[in-house]
């Protein structure tokens, strides 16, 4: 008996070291969040390791967030002389999209969008 709980004591942590960041772990309340993702699923989100939300596929989710505020990130990259999104430089976007000076109310509200997904989106990796 003491054999088989040493056993399953280091299966057990074997298995938790093993989870990452990016890994979900457990369902994440999405009322807790300041932006609403509806029921798209590229932007399900669940809990790490750490309890933070991530996308559960961070890569659809960038996908998708690029369609729905195409004029957000194109106005970001314009003002900021930015390339476009990647996971490379997407610390710039997040750190200036709030920020965009453009006139078009929709437009500034994208930026914040932006910055507010990107805040979930770096919680997904290491």
Known sequence: MRGLFIIFSIILLVS???????????????????SNYGNNKAYEIGANVEGLP?????????????????????????EFELNPISHKNY??????AWQITVKDKSVQQQGVEISKFLDIYENSFE
Not at 16 to 34: A, G, H, P, Q
Not at 59 to 68: G, T
């Open 16 to 34: 938790c070291d093993n989870l990452t960041l990016s890994t979900v772990v457990d369902e994440y309340d999405v009322s807790k969040l300041s």
């Open 91 to 96: 610390e710039d976007y997040k750190k200036y």
């Open 54 to 78: 991530i996308f559960k596929d961070a890569q659809k989710a960038l996908n998708q967030i690029k369609l729905d505020c195409k004029e957000g990130f194109e106005a970001v990259a314009t």
